[in-house]
């Protein structure tokens, strides 16, 4: 049985994410679990190291025990093996924000994205913030060209719309015209969703707002709701 899956609109390891990122680590298997970081989406602006520190501090304040920030910042460091290990046996994986195209293109076909499929399918739970968020979908939007862009393919046919309380939001529009038969999802900074509701229902989680953009309704679910993402 797959495991879970956390979405995020951003803002990631601050104080309203916790509800979230608590929720994920009991999903996961508990404090004892191995939590391990993706930072490749920070690499770009060489802020790969310090973003994953803080991940490593946060996880731990919330409990975590066993934390890890991965040296996986580009296509080549995806095909390492000791990456490849750690991330086949990790029970939550996180991937940072940061630039989606460049986290796309170091995971797309990587052995290390096929390592995070399989442990998932192990039952792990698979978490991204904005880029990280982005890229598990069918499709994302980078803001750097301008181009909507294929992604993983974790969620099919949608499409996530990070910061959407600020710039997130500008985006709406041009996707709507370009995905007419996709669900699009707004997540604000701090807010996540989790599919961890009864069969399979997603909630949300943190200080924010989710605004689901189906192709023919527009709804919007506050923290404790849940919702049927298919539905």
Known sequence: MSGHILLAGGAEFGGRMAPADQRAIYLAGGSGTAVRIVPAAAAPDDNHIHAGSNGVRWFKSLGARDVLSLALTDRASAD?????????????????????????????????????????????????????????????????????L??????????????????????????RAELPQAILLGLEEGTAMINDGEQGKWTVYGGGRLTLLRPDARRIYTPGESFDLMK
């Open 80 to 148: 390492q093996p000791e990456i490849v290990s750690e991330l086949r046996n990790a029970r939550l994986i996180y991937l940072l924000g940061g630039f989606p195209a460049h986290l796309y293109r170091s995971l797309a076909g990587s052995l290390s994205w096929q390592a995070i499929l399989d442990a998932h399918q192990a039952g792990a739970v698979i978490a991204g913030s904005s880029a990280g968020a982005m890229v598990m979908c069918g499709s994302f939007f980078d803001p750097r060209s301008g181009e909507l």
């Open 150 to 175: 294929e992604g993983l393919n974790l969620l099919p046919d949608t499409c996530v719309l990070p910061h959407f309380k600020d710039f997130g939001r500008r985006w709406a529009e041009t996707l």
